[in-house]
């Protein structure tokens, strides 16, 4: 299957011959369906907080301690999906025809004030003509003007200010200093620690916006910024192949790699050195206004975690010193009616310790969950592992079979999707680092179909950082307010009220 030259090529990409001879196996095999059980509702694998149990969480999590907090950002990746409507209507308007009023590039164009980027410079006084809408799109994305069809959703301006514009990057650092803060022991200097994930080309553009505002902001909020920036290793490509699971080649003869989605990131979580990691993709933000909202129930989930993984040391502890009938069923009853972890039934006492001990050694995570009123989100069920064991799991649609018509059922009564906005809690019970890596379900990745220069192909993509690459974490769901809830995944979100001042 493989030519001298194309191992030296896998090898010269720091990847042994033989995963990538396993991922052209895992085309042929595909993946098993996710066994669901049921979805995770309120009552069920949902927790829905009353205003004064939200309350008390924040307090909890000012009052317990933490070794190290961590605001973790998936920011790779250009920003062409966020501006392909644009690139459509430019191209109509470039071969001569105009865009009908409700087409995306004329609405755009009619409310080009109302966008943090609007410059009169390059974009002149609104017209309604056809002449405009293509000047419009033409500086939003040509070389000339902003090329924001290229860059990183992290330097685009989303929100205008009185006395400033900020980026998606700039609005992340002003809520890393709302909740985020850890005072350093040796200087008792509040600090905010950022990891944020990006492509190496674009390291020059987040640099510059890091210069641009961090002085000002250390300035304004009393507080010291520690950014890195990592990134997404090529290690964790895959090899693509062609429709008939063959490795696709380009026109040199070479092999594809192509980046395996979001769950490669596992691997730069797994080198964070803090206990206490919050995680938001770049374009989940919003105007200052909300940040009140999205301040409060970003520390409801972190003091939620802190509890859990005070109750899991606990119980740990109690487990250790005496294994007896009575405590492991407290420790049954607990990992069922918290975590939705139910273990099959074990009738020797010590085999049933050492399952409650492992079940219960795990890293944490808290997703926060909002109710689902259409926007697009993965959905939170609970799952039957091959352990027999169940635990609360977050699938993707394309996890889920759809010829089942249980599987089905439980998607349409599934009342909540997951935003991406999670904490997690990386230490053990004695302060250890978990390793990550053997905490990844390594059949929870499905294939896509792609394209590469007009020919179809077919891509394999790893379990999901939030999904498959967190399967055996002890899971715990908490609704939160929509309003938490603000991506820009089309450049027109940025006139959503949450976006605008």
Known sequence: MFTKEDIAQIEGRGVDLSQVEAQVERFKKGFPWMKIVA????????????????????????????????KFVPASGAASRM???????????????????????????????????????????????????????????????????SKPKGVLKFHSYPSEVRTALAEHLVEAQEYMRDTDPFTEEDTCNLVITISPEHKDLFEKVVAEVVPEYEKR?????????????????????DMDNEPFRTEDGKLLFRPAGHGALIHNLEKVDAELVSIKNIDNVAHEKLLGTTSFYKQVLMGEALRLRDWIVLYIRRLNADPSE????????????????????????????DLLRSKLNRPIRVCGMVRNEGEPGGGPYIVEGKDGCTSLQILES????????????????????????????????????????????????????????GRDLKALELPGLWNGAMS?????????????????????DLLRPAHQA
């Open 398 to 453: 394309v996890q889920i079979n759809k010829d089942d018509p249980h599987a089905v059922e439980a998607m349409s009564k599934a009342t909540h999707f997951n935003p991406v906005d999670l904490v997690c809690l990386l230490r053990d019970c004695r302060g250890n680092k978990f390793d990550l890596l053997s905490h990844v379900d390594q059949d929870a990745g499905f294939i896509s179909s792609k394209s590469y220069q």
């Open 326 to 353: 009575e405590n492991c069923s407290e420790i049954e009853e607990f990992l069922d009616n918290v975590l939705c972890v139910k273990i099959p039934k074990v009738s020797d006492l010590k085999a049933k310790a």
């Open 83 to 149: 501006f392909k409507d644009m690139f459509s209507g430019l191209a109509k308007l470039e071969a001569g025809e105009d865009l009908p009023a409700d087409a995306p590039g004329a609405k755009l164009a009619a409310r080009i004030k109302d966008f943090a980027f609007y410059d009169e410079k390059l974009f002149g006084e609104p017209e309604d003509s056809r002449e405009y809408r293509k000047k419009a799109l033409s500086m939003l994305l040509g070389e000339d003007g902003l090329a924001y069809g």
């Open 472 to 492: 055996d974490w002890n899971t715990m769901f908490v609704e939160v307010p929509l309003e938490t809830f603000n991506p820009v995944k089309v450049v027109l």
């Open 39 to 70: 979805p995770a509702t309120p009552g069920r694998g949902i927790k829905v907080l009353s205003a004064e149990d939200a309350k008390e969480s924040v307090d909890y999590y000012y009052r317990a301690s933490v070794e190290g907090k961590c």
């Open 221 to 241: 909020y009393g507080v010291h910024y520690d950014i890195t920036f990592t990134y997404q290793d090529k290690a964790t490509d895959t090899i693509a192949v």
